[in-house]
């Protein structure tokens, strides 16, 4: 597998509940991690962030940024 270039922005929490909320998830008081993780699977995507082990073939994950930064 290719080496992916990670981007340096990270999404803050704001941007998360909006995207969250936009898929009509509700995001009340909700850890990062578990509401990304519902993101994940409401967009048909396996809940695996901060899971990685420095690979991901999902490149346009929009969470890949903080995902290879987090070790859950």
Do not use: V, W
């Not at 578990?34 to 048909?44: P, S, V």
């Amino acid at each position: 597998m290719p080496t992916i270039e990670i981007p340096e922005k990270r999404m803050g929490m704001p941007e998360i509940r909006t995207k969250a909320k936009a898929l009509g998830l509700k995001t009340g008081k909700i850890k990062k991690a578990e509401l990304i993780h519902a993101i994940q699977m409401a967009e048909g995507f396996m809940p695996c962030f901060g899971k990685s082990n420095g690979q991901c073939s999902y490149i346009e994950c929009c969470f890949m940024p903080d995902c290879f930064r987090t070790k859950l």
